[in-house]
DNA sequence: ATATTAAGTTACTTTTTGTAATTACTGTAA
DNA sequence: TTACAGTAATTACAAAAAGTAACTTAATAT
């Protein structure tokens, strides 16, 4: 492979198609959540989560703070560069909705089923 | 999970997190592509530009056409519902130069030595 | 002591990837 | 007419990642 691809872009691409981080995003993108919360909101186990949380984190898309109350309670929110992402998700929804059929969500849920 | 994320948004963003399928968008969007020059434009094996561009034609982003030339020549190519997707990889490029470091990028790299 | 609650982590199975070798379908050359 | 060459795949198999459910930790209430 020749230097045809963007190194950033490939980066960037290699983030957001790491599998669940779309939900997350699109999840957080409506404010702070707790861990439960999202656990309750998207098709994701804990431990995913756990692990897409941690990665997020640790790429400065997500900020994590503890309130040791009880029980203790731990919020997961954007920083300014995951609030910065807010235009590929919004770009996302709108070929969703421009693009994808009813049939083809159908075909998706019966896929599931298999 | 409840009733929490639009449906359309979850297929869209279950295909576009299949790992390469972004990549793969990137290069078709610079235009008809045959299989063997994608496979040298990115960091993908056969077996699985394969299993994508099947997978994009059956979800009508990608066109495929067969010219019966010697030796055969086979072209892949974005329909409209793929040209549709311009402004999704538009974004991300954007985001990935704002906010992709290259500190980041080097980290990418020495990652995949290990 | 024991139970409760949130936020993970562990152990284990299934699915998906990556890599290399092989096939199928032409057509050209020896 | 057998052998070779150029594309575009496909197969076989080992390695990595994902999915599931049970378990752990830490603080506090009963």
Redesign the pocket.
């Known amino acids: 492979m020749e230097e045809i691809l963007c190194p950033r872009f490939e980066k960037a691409m290699g983030l957001l198609s ?3 981080v779309g939900l997350i995003l699109f999840d957080l993108l409506k404010g702070t959540k ?4 999202m ?1 309750a909101d998207l ?12 990665m997020l984190e640790k790429e400065g898309i997500v900020e ?1 703070k503890i309130y ?9 929110s954007l920083s300014d560069k995951g609030w910065a992402l807010e235009p590929v998700i919004r770009e996302i929804q709108n070929w969703a909705e421009g693009h994808i059929t009813k049939e083809e969500v159908e075909a998706e849920k019966s896929d599931k089923v298999k």
Chains 1, 2 share one sequence.
Do not use: H
């Open positions: 790491t599998r669940w707790r861990f439960s919360e656990e098709p994701i186990s804990g431990r995913l989560l756990s692990d897409r949380l941690k994590r040791s109350e009880f029980p203790v309670r731990i919020e997961y």
